[in-house]
């Protein structure tokens, strides 16, 4: 079974992140996200709208994703991979490099980003109408 992991905040789900999802899912047998806390998300300078619990619970709800782990550190992705068998780290191209490191333990692939679409973008038109 070819295990694949990404990780994000996820927050005011949309269909860049569904398509990433289903990019990923398919790639493997089994996808893993690791969701960022709302600690790690202070770390990460990015207040989500929704609570951890909220967005755990809509990804759980997504038939791409088999399971949802805490993401609550930069550094815990070596980790997650060794413990948990991820044979594929996938993440999206605005990520592109960063993660090269994790090589020697698995797969790295980054995928395109869906245009036009962004969490910020939502906020922003909305807070313009
Ligand atoms: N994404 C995408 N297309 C979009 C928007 C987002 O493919 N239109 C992807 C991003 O590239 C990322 C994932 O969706 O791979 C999650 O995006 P965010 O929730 O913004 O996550 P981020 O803040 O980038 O956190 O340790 C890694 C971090 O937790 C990633």
Not at 52 to 74: G, T
Not at 76 to 100: C, H, N, R, T
Request: hydrophobic share 35%.
């Amino acid at each position: 079974m070819k295990k694949v992991i990404t990780y994000g905040t996820f927050d005011l789900l949309h269909y860049g992140h569904i398509l990433l999802f289903q990019r990923a899912k398919a790639l493997g047998d089994h996808l893993t996200v690791a969701l960022s806390t709302d600690d790690f998300n202070s770390i990460k300078q990015k207040a989500a709208y929704f609570s951890y619990e909220k967005r755990k619970m809509m990804l759980e709800s997504i038939k791409y994703i088999d399971e949802v782990i805490p993401e609550q550190c930069w550094e815990q992705k070596k980790q997650d991979i060794v413990e948990l068998s991820i044979d594929l780290f996938v993440m999206g191209d605005d990520w592109k490099g960063k993660f090269d490191e994790l090589r020697d333990f698995c797969e790295v692939v980054y995928l395109e980003r869906t245009p036009d679409i962004s969490t910020t973008s939502i906020k922003t038109n909305l807070q313009q109408n």
